[in-house]
């Protein structure tokens, strides 16, 4: 029953995770794919809970899905940091230009 | 009082091991599952359908971290089949990442939105709904 239970939770959610990768495939935004892949991590430590239950050693697999979870929010946290310091240096600039060109 | 209600609980859990094969809270831990799974498809098709940067932050961002809490709760309550100390300290770690999530999912939702804003990635408007172009790409 449990076992049955962890099969189809875990291919359900394996299933939902497609469309996630078709907006990393056409996200027209840098920040729709990190959001997709920020999504998909999630999940993942969620999906490594449901293995360790089909395995019954859910005992190993929590600590695989803390590392995962950890990760994930670092991957997040440095991803947006190293897009919002590039692109909005180069805006200021371009900005400063154009309010210098207007004066 | 900890140990007291753990030895309570052990005993339901023996009575009703003798019944049939489920712990009712195991029932519990499956309805938490399966209400995770309808916000993750909640998610998954706001993902595609949405529009916008913005609101497909706004699927993502709340459907998500809902989603993960509720499965993850209802697997912790799922893989609690014996009262022991072993399964007591598994719960408590799932409920751990549980924590983790309900505190980090909202931090990385906002620190990408706000690269996003800064990056002068604006909302669509009402005008630009009419622009089939602009949305479809």
Same mark, same amino acid.
Do not use: C
């Given at each position: 029953? @449990?076992?049955?239970?962890? @099969? ?10 497609? %469309?996630?990768? #078709?907006?990393?495939?056409?996200? %027209?935004?840098?920040?729709?794919? $990190?959001?997709?892949? =920020?999504? @998909? ?26 590392? #995962?979870?950890?990760? =994930? ?8 940091? #190293?897009? =919002? ?6 805006? $200021? ?11 | ?13 023996? +009575?009703?091991? +003798? ?8 029932? *519990? ?10 916000? /993750? ?9 949405? &529009?916008? /940067?913005?609101?497909?932050?706004? +699927? +993502? ?16 309550? *799922? ?10 300290? !598994?719960?408590?770690? *799932?409920?751990?990442?549980? !924590?983790?999530?309900? *505190?980090?999912? &909202? ?15 604006? &909302? ?14």
């Amino acid at each position: 029953m @449990i076992d049955w239970f962890a @099969i189809i939770m875990g291919s359900t959610l394996f299933l939902l995770m497609i %469309p996630m990768v #078709y907006r990393i495939w056409v996200g %027209p935004t840098p920040f729709d794919r $990190m959001l997709a892949v =920020n999504v @998909i991590g999630t999940k993942t430590a969620v999906l490594l809970v449901i293995i360790g239950t089909l395995f019954d050693r859910v005992d190993m697999f929590v600590d695989f899905a803390i590392a #995962y979870a950890l990760l =994930n929010f670092v991957s997040a946290i440095v991803v947006s940091r #190293y897009l =919002n310091r590039t692109i909005s240096l180069r805006e $200021m600039e371009e900005r400063e230009k154009a309010k210098g060109a207007k004066v | 009082m900890m140990i007291e209600s753990m030895g309570v609980l052990r005993v339901v859990a023996e +009575a009703v091991d +003798a019944g049939g094969g489920i712990v009712p809270f195991q029932i *519990i831990g499956f309805v938490l599952a399966v209400v995770g799974l309808v916000f /993750f498809l909640g998610t998954s098709v706001g993902m595609v359908r949405f &529009p916008d /940067f913005y609101t497909r932050m706004h +699927a +993502a961002g709340k459907g998500d971290s809902l989603s993960t809490m509720l499965i993850l709760s209802g697997f912790a309550l *799922i893989t609690m089949e014996d009262f022991s100390l072993g399964s007591w300290l !598994l719960f408590v770690k *799932i409920m751990g990442i549980v !924590l983790f999530i309900y *505190i980090t999912s &909202p931090t990385s939702s906002h620190a990408l939105m706000r690269a996003a804003f800064e990056d002068d990635e604006m &909302p669509l408007e009402e005008k630009d709904l009419n622009k089939p172009s602009k949305v479809k790409k």
